[in-house]
């Protein structure tokens, strides 16, 4: 029984029929003796012309009470749409866009079909809003969705969309109407059906069964997807607790336990438990200052809203994937695991008896090699390299094919994989582990200073990803950011630290350049960083050969 109206905005196109749709759902709430009211909205020129119209429905209170009508509005009220039905995908994104679609009420049901703007026909190159893009917008603002190629389905019934409509309606189960219902009010008074109606009705079975069939797919998805997670969930929980060793986190709230035990169980299988321990350790130092600085507010840990272990989680999440950085030792450990093999047999489509090879190709350049040496000789070598690229030769890299599927190529990678111990005495170890240092010591500086400025400062460890010179990229914009903060050069009189930091951490993000980032710091005052030496190369002249 409804309490209150239920709201119907129908988006059309000129010819598509929207008025029939409209009639027909009117017809349909008077053959269940329903309240209903209908008004048309014209719309701008779009396309072909573009009309909304507007329905609000309502069931009688009482069947005992004669003569007491509610009071319907005459236009959509944004945000307050109960079901959103349109003929064509970009209109559907244009209503989203005007706010009519509410993620905690609207039921939207759109074509999938387009009919191209002015704008896209204009276009020197594909000038077409994509697709995907529409697609995601109504995911995102809709309580539940039904996406339907109504045009298809209206030309293959031999009819316009808008029967295909009245039936993608009918299927949502939104209305308390019979199916009966919607096909006596196409059907109409007459006892001889024309071919037009004999069409619509072909078109509403088809719309119907398009949403019908979807949402019994839903559902059986999501029973599905419940039990998988169940058993994974299970079995994850089994595998854990046989096969990994497990952290002592009583010194941790509650809060943290989560991506404790995560990072931890990643830095035992990367190198071994005394690495994983030393993960513990920084993460330990950096809650010690988050909580000292909680405690040294107005508010009690009891009630301050920012009592939820943000830096620390932070800290704990960043600092796990740093410490597990790539590097040739990893990138080989990676490469010769069980299910990176099963993953590529599922990505070909592989039967059972069928033979597979998979060429990997690796390109180390001396960085790379350099960084499981000793730091004395990584240095040298690393300077003979600069020297190199600074009289104009090219980089020297190690161009290697194998075949992974091999003998000889996964041995070579096992072979590598086991270098585990030679990669905490090599330059890039020591490099990382610096570096680390020196960003968990800003994070906790900063959190004794200001807990919202912890928070960004701990969030900047995302600025590390990458391999090669992507990396080396990411520490320096990293590094920017930290020198310019402890250093005193971060100020604005409008932005707080904390603002700052996070300002520039999104820049930092947008470009691996660093291009947006500096304009960002030079606009509050920070020095601008000195530019990087090319080299410049010669290039010989080509030999003209003489005509013969």
Not at 179 to 189: F, L, N, T, V
Not at 344 to 368: L, M, T
Request: proline letters at 4%; one cysteine or more; charged letters at 20%.
């Amino acid at each position: 029984m409804m309490r209150k109206p239920f709201t119907i905005l129908i988006c059309a196109l000129g010819g598509e029929g929207g008025g029939v749709l409209t009639d027909w759902l009117v017809n349909a709430a008077k053959i269940a003796k329903a309240h209903v009211q209908a008004t048309s909205i014209p719309g701008v020129a779009q396309r072909t012309g573009a009309t909304t119209y507007y329905i609000e429905l309502m069931e009688p209170i009482s069947t005992q009470v004669v003569g007491i009508n509610p009071i319907f509005g005459l236009s959509p009220v944004p945000g307050q749409i109960d079901l959103l039905i349109s003929s064509e995908l970009l209109e559907t994104g244009r209503q989203i866009s005007n706010g009519m679609s509410n993620p905690e009420q609207t039921c939207v049901i759109s074509a999938s079909n387009r009919t191209l703007t002015t704008l896209e026909r204009m276009g020197l190159g594909d000038s077409r809003v994509p697709e995907h893009s529409l697609i995601e917008l109504i995911q995102q603002f809709s309580k539940s969705h039904h996406i339907v190629d109504m045009g298809l389905l209206a030309k293959q019934s031999g009819t316009i969309i808008s029967s295909v409509m009245l039936g993608c309606i009918g299927a949502s189960r939104l209305l308390p109407f019979k199916r009966e219902d919607y096909e006596s009010a196409i059907k109409g008074a007459n006892e001889v059906l024309s071919a037009a109606q004999i069409a619509s009705l072909k078109g509403f079975s088809q719309g119907w069964d398009a949403v019908e069939k979807q949402t019994k797919n839903t559902q059986f998805v999501d029973k599905l997807i419940q039990s998988i997670d169940a058993q994974s969930a299970s079995k994850n929980n089994e595998h854990f607790k046989l096969n990994h060793i497990q952290p002592d986190l009583s010194d941790f709230p509650v809060e943290t336990h989560e991506i404790l035990n995560l990072g931890y169980s990643r830095l035992i299988e990367y190198q071994n438990k005394d690495y994983a321990e030393l993960y513990l350790k920084r993460i330990k130092s950096v809650y010690a200052a988050e909580k000292k600085a909680t405690q040294s507010t107005i508010n009690t840990l009891s009630n301050n809203p920012l009592n939820h272990w943000n830096i620390t989680n932070e800290s704990a999440r960043w600092t796990a994937l740093w410490m597990a950085f790539d590097d040739i030792v990893r990138v080989a450990e990676l490469k010769i695991k069980q299910n990176r093999f099963e993953q590529i047999k599922k990505d070909v489509n592989a039967k059972s008896d069928e033979i597979i090879r998979v060429y990997d190709h690796f390109k180390p350049g001396v960085p790379e090699l350099a960084g499981l040496l000793p730091k004395r000789i990584g240095d040298l070598i690393l300077k003979w390299e600069e020297k190199r690229i600074k009289n104009g030769r090219s980089p020297l890299e190690l161009k290697i094919k194998l075949i992974t599927t091999s003998i000889s190529g996964t041995l070579i990678l096992k072979l590598l994989s086991n270098l585990k111990w030679l990669r905490k005495l090599g330059r890039r170890y020591h490099f990382e582990q610096l570096e680390i240092n020196s960003w968990l010591n800003c994070v906790i500086q900063s959190t004794m200073e200001d807990i919202a400025l912890g928070q960004e400062v701990a969030a900047c460890g995302r600025l590390i990803k990458g391999y090669g010179s992507t990396n080396l990229r990411a520490h320096e914009n990293l590094n920017y950011i930290l020198d310019s903060l402890t250093n005193g050069q971060i100020v604005s009189p409008t932005l707080t630290k904390a603002e700052i930091v996070k300002q520039a951490r999104q820049n930092a993000l947008k470009d691996e350049s660093g291009k947006p980032l500096d304009a960002f710091m030079r606009g509050i005052g920070a020095p601008t960083r000195p530019l990087k030496e090319q080299p410049i190369r010669w290039m010989k002249r080509p030999t003209s050969v003489a005509p013969s």
